[in-house]
């Protein structure tokens, strides 16, 4: 299937914010498996490259992750995924928005000036410099969270799926994946409880995800209070 919109769907795992990883800014062709891998580290959405019309530069990264070593294959229906999502605890989906204002720190001036009580002539001076909290620029970002009247799950909320046990905000890149492909049905192929789960959404299209650690005493917890998806045994 050749994807119309690959774009949209890659944007969705390529790393955005991590200064550190420069090299999964981009999509690229993973060398060593020779589909178009887009990831942010913990999630990878790998594609035929016969289904993208963009070039892609070649690297070789993550050739040891076993992305095609299948030990599975359980069919599930985007509608169980969602229906994991909606059983997990609420709260308020909120955008986040920045706006400038002026630093109130140096009430915009962009210096601050601090007293210095000098040991040699037992003088004090003051000192002028660059303000801390703007950096000498005067105004500052400021948050603005704004109610968009939907319900999410809360930021803890943790789903297992087979043998995994998964931070919930993998499953909402997974359906808002399958929505932009028109998929309404996929498969889990693989499952292991440390290593990495995959979804077959077609022949050419697949998704890999890493699950929580959950062997500590904190791991107890957290298995007591995850939501499984209906119909996946481990």
């Known amino acids: 299937m050749k994807i119309k919109n690959e774009k949209e769907i890659f ?4 790393e955005k914010d991590n200064f550190y990883r420069d090299t999964l800014k981009e999509p690229f062709v ?14 990878v959405i790998m594609v035929n490259q016969k289904c993208v019309s963009g070039e892609y530069n070649t690297q070789e ?19 169980d995924l969602q229906d994991a999502l909606d059983r997990c605890p609420q709260e308020d989906e909120v955008t986040i928005t920045y706006k400038e204002i002026k630093c109130p720190e140096c009430d915009g001036t962009g210096e601050v000036a601090a007293e210095y009580d000098a040991d040699y002539d037992d003088k004090v001076y003051e000192i002028v410099g660059s303000c801390p909290i703007c950096d000498g620029s005067g105004n500052i970002d400021e948050e603005v969270r704004t109610p968009t009247g939907k319900k999410i799950p809360q930021e803890d909320s943790i789903i297992k799926l087979g043998k995994g046990y998964f931070k919930w905000h993998h499953f909402r890149t997974i359906i808002k994946t399958c929505k932009m492909l028109d998929i309404e049905q996929i498969r889990l192929v693989r499952t292991h409880e440390t290593e990495m789960s995959i979804l077959e959404l077609s022949k050419d299209i697949h998704i890999g ?15 007591k209070r995850a939501i499984s998806v209906k119909g996946i045994k481990e």
């Not at 944007?11 to 390529?14: A, K």
């Not at 993973?30 to 999630?43: K, L, N, P, T």
């Not at 995800?209 to 298995?223: N, T």
Request: hydrophobic residues 35%; charged residues 30%; contains cysteine.
């Open 11 to 14: 944007d969705l795992y390529v």
């Open 30 to 43: 993973q060398e060593s498996d020779g589909r178009v891998w887009a990831s942010e580290g913990h999630i």
């Open 209 to 223: 995800f890493m699950p929580m650690y959950v062997d500590d005493e904190d791991g107890v917890k957290i298995k």
């Open 61 to 79: 990264i993550g050739s040891k992750i076993p992305v095609r070593d299948y030990n599975c294959d359980f069919t599930l229906s985007i509608s």
